[in-house]
């Protein structure tokens, strides 16, 4: 204990320190913009990025950072102009936790900051209520990976996402278990998540409209790890598929103890199991596992293997919605190089209007602010990796 | 009845890690009256250290089986484990062995984040799948389903909790750690060194839950920095379940709350005439055990405390 | 420290003027505290400084639990998330209801209250750490309904959470924006903040005249000695469902501002997490001592937000980013818990009452020690 005082000690000093530099830095963070300006050759852009970063989603959190990162990266790199200067764009990373006060706290903390917009957040929990936020003093707001229907649906024109909602996506799941795949009795898991719930309703929806009978209806937590019970009761009703709405650190072993308990219907997942984790995990338990991604697949756009070989060299595996952070940050960088300016009011109708070629299709808006088109590929886990089976349009 | 079967094997195998774990908390109870909050956490770092060096040895190719491999896991997470353990309790629970009751429990919460985060910048943030070394093998008893891997871990963990309870009933440490649990003051008096007890309950409880780490992570195929959190809820809920201070307790809590988890989530939906589904799980594990406590109140096994403020 | 201020509080009581003059500064700063704060620290400091207030009056209605009345309360989140639902059920698009909050906030902590007896009643023979367990439990379950109700009937939304709750307005004013009032503009937050600081106020004025009233006093009673207490005529059974009752209705209050306030609730607001955090301010502000927990509440909200800003501090010792400011936060925060209890065991500001009980208790433990532990420590 006597040799460990200092050294608290001087962790304390070091706290309170950190807590009193924080008047200077809200000072110094006025000053780059002026400083830029006085140079006449640069502007500082700043925009947030918030994901949880600490928690148990914070591997898909520093996953979206990194994204948006690259993107940000390759713009300085190109040596963007608006309005006549070349704009620096720096990313203001913040930590919601995955929890919606604290999602408030930095949506505001950002909005401080005078950021121009904001890719971000991850959870539809987070996503929601910091949205009234970023409506309310006028910036532009692109989530990456909200899927929950509310969202867009507020009437906030600061509101976008980059990823289909779950009635887009549960709507082409369901119809393709009954149909393509040709399941009758079909069950359904969901996490209790906002995600997981969701999108499960809608496969519920759309199985039962296209023929399949929903014959059980199971349920987990977001942080369980064992499912062999609701597993052996959803054996004893045979469905020919099982459908979770969840994410892949629940699919995963989810699969595995499918195996260990004979259970042989097919395992359909959405984009919260298509991820390279989840083929590691699951290891040869996960062949022929079925999952779909929003989107069309990254390999086939132009630019889209570009993307993927850039990322992985700098940061290692995708996790999951790194390619979406990557084109919602390259929607705002459009945008404002359509309008010429970084001012939110000025480029925000251009970001309504923004329609490019991202690596996960082709990106435009429509009136609420969801990605058009709304494409869902599916893919299936052959040899120990993702293949491509098909893409569906709505 | 096939259905019935296979869901307490399911129970027993859940059960199992439940006990492990809930001997840690049961241990330290028994002796401080402490709930070792960051017990959890010491689970997960046993996980993480073991998937750590049996990711070395089937990365590089030794000409190992399976079993040695994460038997070497298992031996690395051990005495590394148990090193945490004493450190904890060297470092936030000595001090504060006279002060309030509740202020442990505050620099065991502290802990418990400190090592969370800690684990978080040693490993990363991702999910680290545990290799597939070991060979899965099933078989049929009755119309359930077993693998090998499940039998392996009811039958260690049976082992690890008779040779905890040969070594408290049976051996001078464990006659020295029950005297302490009675009063400390008085096997202090009886030439028993208390401080030593102590951190001899911490160690061992902590390598306990380095085994419930492997098997958790070799069973699940994965482990995670935030791993460690529910399962020292559940574990802690299956300690106090059975009478915590107890050990006999302890492992009867475990077993019946993985067990109860099991058929909560299996038959609930039947039980209530389909009001009620697998999602409400926890709830029936959590109603059984107020009943339980309503009715028992110092647990199933648990001797009645004399009142404390 | 303590010295300069027990000399200001003779020096006070002597002179009345010198007791107003402090009364006035203090009033005069916590009016324009948010003002302050938006200009040197930024709009959400001020966001900050309202769930500050709410966490103030969350760990006071726990205080009463477990610091008054010495029962150990693990799922006291729950009686939060009753008053946050009540609010959103009542004044959202939901259900179409738009009652005005000077009725719904009252309901929300009057069947918070109703929940706190639910819960007491079942387990007024558990002591310690078996209330605890049992109190976690319920903290769940009451989560876990909020998380699945949306069938058969959709009464909670589920885990989608509910939107679009209706702000708090008084007199047609809406208090989450930006109004000028008599020619002064109140930014948004500004006017919540005066809501919340008034409520905070009569909290902790309610939370005064408790402790020493007749009730106050038959918690310390049971919470030092449930039988003895008994044997002196005391109603233990009554007295320790009030203290849960009360308790919980603060709860309940601060859950329906947090709803009013947010605009959104959804079940993770009320994980076990969030309950484990109003018990430490409560124990590490010093359980029992009013500014005490006050303290705690301030403490350990404003600290992770504060701990924000390491990068900033990394550049400026070190010129640049060594480690992800993000990867040492909540570490910084875990070690910062375990620092202040292991230097102030009774807390920041331990109550007089049990501060002379544990020193008392010491002397007797030191001699006792001396001979029963060795020279290690």
Not at chain 2, 255 to 266: H, M, N, R, T
Not at chain 3, 104 to 114: H, M, Q, R, T
Not at chain 3, 124 to 129: I, T
Not at chain 3, 335 to 352: E, K, Q
Request: one cysteine or more; charged letters at 15%.
């Amino acid at each position: 204990m006597k040799q460990i005082r200092p050294l608290i000690i001087a962790l304390g000093c070091a706290l309170a320190l950190g807590c009193g530099k924080k008047e200077e830095a809200a000072k110094t963070e006025a000053a780059p913009g002026a400083g830029g300006a006085a140079a006449g050759a640069e502007e500082l852009v700043k925009i947030g990025s918030v994901a949880p970063l600490t928690g148990p989603q914070a591997s898909l959190g520093k996953d979206n950072e990194n994204g948006a990162q690259l993107a940000f990266d390759e713009a300085n790199a190109q040596g963007i102009m608006l309005g006549g200067k070349k704009a620096k764009f720096e990313i203001i990373s913040e930590d919601d936790q995955a929890d919606p006060r604290t999602g408030t706290v930095v949506a505001q903390k950002l909005v401080d900051s005078k950021v121009k917009g904001v890719i971000g957040h991850l959870n539809s929990g987070t996503t929601i209520p910091a949205s009234k936020i970023y409506a309310d003093n006028n910036i532009p707001q692109i989530s990456p990976s909200a899927t929950a229907i509310p969202y867009t649906a507020q009437g906030y024109k600061t509101a976008f996402r980059v990823m289909t909602n779950d009635e887009q996506q549960g709507a082409v799941l369901g119809n393709y278990a009954a149909t393509a795949l040709g399941a009758k009795k079909i069950a359904i898991i969901d996490d209790r998540s906002a995600y997981g719930q969701g999108l499960a309703d809608q496969v519920a929806t759309a199985a039962k409209a296209a023929g399949a009978d929903v014959v059980a209806r199971e349920y987990t937590s977001d942080k369980a790890t064992d499912f062999t019970a609701i597993l052996t009761s959803i054996k004893s009703k045979k469905p020919d598929l099982i459908f979770f709405g969840g994410m892949f650190p629940q699919g995963a072993p989810m699969v595995k103890q499918m195996k260990g308990l004979g259970l042989k219907a097919k395992f359909l997942g959405g984009d919260g199991v298509q991820t390279a984790d989840f083929l590691s995990i699951a290891g040869t338990d996960g062949e022929g596992v079925i999952a779909s991604s929003p989107g069309v697949p990254v390999s086939s756009m132009p630019g889209g293997q570009d993307f993927v070989t850039k990322y992985t060299a700098k940061y290692g595996e995708i996790q999951l919605y790194a390619p979406y952070a990557y084109d919602a940050a390259w929607a705002m960088i459009n945008a404002m190089k359509a309008a010429n300016s970084s001012d939110p009011a000025v480029y925000m109708p251009e970001l309504a209007k923004v329609n490019f070629t991202g690596v996960t299709g082709q990106i435009s808006f429509d009136a609420k602010g969801d990605v058009q088109g709304g494409a869902v590929t599916m893919y299936q886990v052959k040899d120990g990796k993702w293949q491509v089976l098909e893409t569906v349009k709505k | 009845m096939d259905i019935f079967l296979q869901q307490v094997i399911n129970g027993l195998v859940l059960g199992s890690v439940y006990a492990l774990v809930a001997l840690g908390y049961t241990m330290v109870y028994g002796i401080l009256e402490l709930i070792n909050f960051a017990h959890g956490e010491i689970t997960m770092v046993g996980a993480m250290v073991s998937l750590a060096v049996v990711s070395a040895l089937a990365g590089s190719g030794v000409d190992m089986p399976g079993v040695m491999i994460v038997l070497t896991g298992v031996l690395t997470a051990i005495p590394v484990c148990m090193g945490l353990g004493y450190s904890i309790e060297r470092v936030a629970y000595r001090p504060l062995r006279h002060a309030p009751r509740l202020a442990p429990l505050i620099t065991a919460i502290g802990i418990s984040i400190v090592l969370q985060n800690a684990a978080m910048l040693i490993w990363g943030r991702q999910y680290i799948p545990f290799p597939p070394v070991l060979q899965i093998t099933r078989y049929d008893i009755g119309g359930a389903t077993i693998t090998n891997l499940q039998i392996a871990i009811i039958v260690l963990s049976a082992c690890a909790m008779i040779g905890l309870v040969f070594l408290v009933n049976k051996t001078r440490l464990g006659r020295a750690m029950r005297a302490t649990a009675q009063s400390p003051q008085v096997a202090g008096l009886m030439g028993v060194n208390i401080n030593s007890i102590i951190s001899a309950t911490f160690v061992i409880g902590s390598g306990l839950a380095a085994i419930a780490g492997v098997m958790v992570s070799a069973y699940y195929g994965l482990a995670h920095y935030y791993m460690g959190f529910m399962l020292g809820l559940k574990a802690f809920s299956a300690a106090v379940l059975g009478g915590i201070g107890n050990l006999t307790g302890a492992m009867l809590g475990g077993l019946l709350l993985g067990v109860i988890e099991s058929l909560g989530a299996g038959y609930i939906g039947d039980l209530t005439g389909g009001f009620l589904g697998s999602h409400y799980q926890d709830v029936f594990a959590f109603f059984v055990l107020i009943l339980v406590l309503v009715f028992r109140p110092s647990g199933l096994l648990g001797e009645r405390v004399v009142d404390r403020a | 420290m303590r010295a300069a201020i027990e000399k200001f509080l003779t020096l006070a009581k002597k002179d009345r003027r010198v007791a107003w003059a402090a009364f006035a500064a203090v009033a005069i700063l916590l009016a324009v505290l948010p003002m302050l704060v938006d200009m040197g620290l930024g709009r959400s400091w001020v966001r900050v400084l309202n769930f500050t207030l709410i966490y103030i009056m969350l760990a006071l209605g726990l205080n009463i639990v477990v610091g008054f009345a010495g029962l150990l309360d693990l799922g006291y989140v729950a009686f939060y998330a009753v008053g946050a639902y009540v609010y959103a059920l009542l004044s959202s698009p939901h259900f179409g209801l738009h009652l005005p909050f000077w009725f719904v906030l009252p309901f929300g902590a009057l069947l918070a209250a109703f929940f706190g007896v639910l819960l007491g009643a079942p387990t007024l023979r558990l002591r310690g750490d078996y209330l605890a367990i049992v109190t976690l439990g319920f903290g769940e379950i009451i989560r876990i309904f909020l998380n699945n109700l949306n069938a058969p009937f959709n009464l909670t939304n589920g885990p989608q959470g509910i939107n679009l709750i209706d702000p708090i307005r008084i007199g047609g004013v809406n208090l989450n924006q930006t109004t000028t009032l008599a020619g002064i503009e109140f930014q948004g937050g500004y006017l919540l903040y005066y809501l919340f600081l008034a409520l905070t106020i009569a909290v902790i004025f309610v939370c005064m005249r408790l402790q020493d009233s007749r009730l106050g006093r038959a918690w310390v009673a049971i919470r030092e000695d449930e039988v003895a207490a008994a044997a002196m005529g005391i109603n233990t059974r009554n007295v320790k469902l009030l203290a849960f009752a009360m308790g919980a209705s603060f709860g309940g209050l601060s859950g329906g501002l947090f709803a009013g306030f947010q605009g959104f609730v959804s079940p993770e607001s009320f994980h076990l997490l969030e309950s484990i955090m109003i018990l430490c301010m409560v124990v590490l502000g010093g359980m029992g001592n009013i500014a005490g927990v006050i303290l705690g509440a301030v403490l350990l909200t404003v600290l992770p937000e504060a701990l924000r800003y390491i990068g900033e501090f990394e550049r400026a010792v070190f010129g640049q980013i060594i480690v992800d400011p993000s990867d040492l936060r909540l570490l910084l925060f875990g070690m910062a818990l375990v620092i202040m209890m292991l230097f102030r065991p009774m807390g920041m500001l331990p109550s007089t009452r049990r501060a002379r009980e544990f020193e008392a208790d010491d002397a007797v433990l030191d001699q006792e020690r001396a001979s029963v532990y060795d020279s290690q420590r």
